[in-house]
């Protein structure tokens, strides 16, 4: 179902936290909150200054999203996204 929705326009949110513990902990690590950082601050800050307008802000981060979520297949052998 997640691998379908992209491509019908559904955008799915899906969670980080590692399950089974007693505390909150990112099933990938500190280093995925910076990711999230550098994903959508720039286009944030962008749209917010005028420079950009919301459809080409979410663009952008979606298109960022995207990069790192390839990458980080490439890297882990899964399935890329589209």
Known sequence: MIDQAPSDGIIVAVPVERSGRDWFELEWGREW???GRSIRENPISGHN???ASEKQTADRIAERYLGFARRYCAASGAAAPP
């Open 33 to 35: 909150l910076a990711i």
């Open 49 to 51: 200054h005028g420079h």
